[in-house]
């Protein structure tokens, strides 16, 4: 295990695409965290560096305090697991031991690995059939046994690995990496653009965006304090309904209708300025077929039932607003009314870039 630090990082791709555009990091040892963005944000470039895989234009890499940014991937002590299930043709046990067997392992000491590693994913009634024959998802757990066998890792890296298995096996697998994680304590990187991937396994989420990392923190803060409009809207399900608005004396004016908010609140945003972008979870959005105190009409333009909730998609004068309800009675086209508490509101800058409160 190690405690990983990246100092600014940058990596330009020929052509002069920059991939990577400055990343400072530390990834405590031990811990799980995840790399979480869209196609294209870098992740898949931070990842290579950290492995060895690539050398970065610019930066360091660090594992405890040891300076590797030019050291090659076999002299890091890394495990990969990669996207596409990877199994060699011959046997899951001779699978699992080809990096022992490359490390110059004694035969007791390869056998004592594969059976530990084979038992803690639950693969030993696997190991006398041919790798290339099992089906995804125990390939899948092959790739990861060979990768964990290994004594004393320096870091586990998970690079999309659930993207090619199955879904009706996706959260068992899911569920066993979180498992092995929490019983092993390996410093762990997933990357993955699926929050719910992220989330399971993770206890810190990097989230990035067109090179950099945006935030990285616990889920709880990702969720509640996202530090801009991207990570709002890309963390949650749906993401955060972002509106503009204009502070107009004791109200936050979006056009169409006011948000009244408390003087105190008014006070700190004139010191911010007057034009601003407000955020509010979907969830924390009150509504009512009744009349409510400090509620505005909206009209229900589309009901969606997902699992044990509704999705609602609510307008009023052409501005649109998602919502979670638990009223089965609320009906498209109906009249419906809408509170916004202000400690459920994130306010942002005009450009959605910071967090004001």
């Keep these: ?55 970065p234009t610019e930066g360091r890499v660090y594992f405890d305090d040891r300076d590797v940014t030019n050291v090659p991937p076999h002299l890091r002590n890394v495990g990969m697991v990669f996207q596409f299930p990877v199994a060699y043709p011959m046997s899951v046990f001779d699978n699992i031991a080809f990096p022992l067997k490359c490390a110059g392992y004694s ?56 993207t090619n298995v199955p879904p009706e096996e996706r959260v068992k697998l899911r569920v066993l990496l979180k498992n092995i994680q929490n019983q092993l304590m390996i410093t762990s990187i997933f990357v993955t653009h699926d929050q719910a991937e992220a989330f399971t396994f993770a206890k810190k989420v990097a989230v990035m965006k067109e090179g950099r990392i945006v935030q990285y923190a616990d889920m709880k803060t990702l969720f509640e304090r996202p530090a801009n409009i991207f990570v709002g809207f890309f963390v949650g399900s749906p993401g955060m309904n972002i509106l503009d608005c204009t502070l107009k004396e004791d109200r936050l004016d979006v056009g169409p209708f006011a948000i009244p908010i408390s003087s105190e609140l008014r006070v700190y945003l004139m010191s911010q300025g007057t034009r601003f972008k407000l955020g509010i979870r979907p969830e924390h959005v ?72």
């Excluded at 811990?31 to 950290?50: D, Q, V």
């Excluded at 105190?293 to 997902?306: D, L, T």
Aim: net charge neutral; aromatic share 4%; charged share 30%.
């Design 1 to 55: 295990m190690a405690k990983i630090t990246l100092d600014g990082i940058r990596h330009v791709y020929r052509g002069n695409v920059e991939a990577v555009k400055g990343v400072d990091l530390e990834i405590s040892d031990g811990l799980p965290i995840a790399l979480l963005g869209p196609s294209g944000c870098g992740k898949t470039t931070l990842m290579k560096i950290i492995a060895g895989l690539l050398t």
């Design 107 to 162: 035969a007791s000491e390869i056998r004592r690995r594969v059976m530990e590693i084979a038992e803690l994913i639950g693969i030993k009634h696997l190991l006398n059939i041919d790798g290339m024959k099992l089906p995804p998802a125990d390939r899948q757990k092959v790739s990861l046994a060979r990768a964990i066998v290994r004594e004393n890792l320096n870091v586990l890296i998970l690079d999309e690995p659930l």
């Design 286 to 357: 009150e509504v009512s077929r009744k009349m409510i105190q400090g509620g505005i009409p909206f009209k229900c333009i589309v009901k969606e039932f997902v699992g044990n909730v509704f999705i609602l998609t609510l307008g009023k004068d052409g501005v649109e607003i998602l919502a979670r309800s638990t009223d089965p009675t609320i009906r498209e086209g109906e009249e419906v009314w809408v509170r916004f508490p202000e400690d459920k509101l994130r306010i942002y800058d005009a450009t959605g870039d910071r967090l004001l409160i």
